[in-house]
């Protein structure tokens, strides 16, 4: 099992800055990547940025060039620095993490959880 713990989320005016992070423990040798998504009200829940175990990055177009992710040298916590926020930045954030297991021909994945981290851009 894996457990994820995230902080960093608050309020943040346009324009303004916020870092996310999140410490997975448990089984961390089990994941394969870890990232955030993010829900906003009425909407469904969309991934915002990936990184693998190997160091490659993906990001939702939404946050291209404003959203950096990164891990730290253990590779059990990362992070989300958030810049140039925007109010349709405004949802609550998760963080992700998967495995997967079984046998070359039927790999299934799980996924992890954190519980949401509020982050608001208002002014």
């Known amino acids: 099992q894996v457990q994820l713990e995230e902080s960093g989320g608050g309020l943040v005016q346009p324009g303004g800055s916020l870092r996310l992070s999140c410490a997975a423990s448990?089984?961390?040798?089990?994941?394969?990547?870890m990232g955030w998504y993010r829900q906003a009200p009425g909407k469904e829940r969309e991934l915002v940025a990936v990184?693998?175990?190997?160091?490659?990055?993906n990001y939702a177009d939404s946050v291209k060039g404003r959203f950096t992710i990164s891990r730290d040298n253990a590779k059990s916590t990362i992070y989300l620095q958030m810049n140039s926020l925007k109010p349709e930045d405004t949802a609550v954030y998760y963080c992700?993490?998967?495995?997967?297991?079984?046998?070359?021909?039927?790999?299934?994945?799980?996924?992890?959880w954190g519980q949401g981290t509020q982050v608001t851009v208002s002014s």
């Open positions: 990184i693998t175990n190997g160091g490659f990055t």
């Open positions: 448990g089984s961390i040798f089990s994941i394969n990547a």
């Open positions: 992700n993490a998967y495995t997967y297991a079984g046998p070359p021909s039927y790999q299934l994945r799980r996924d992890y």
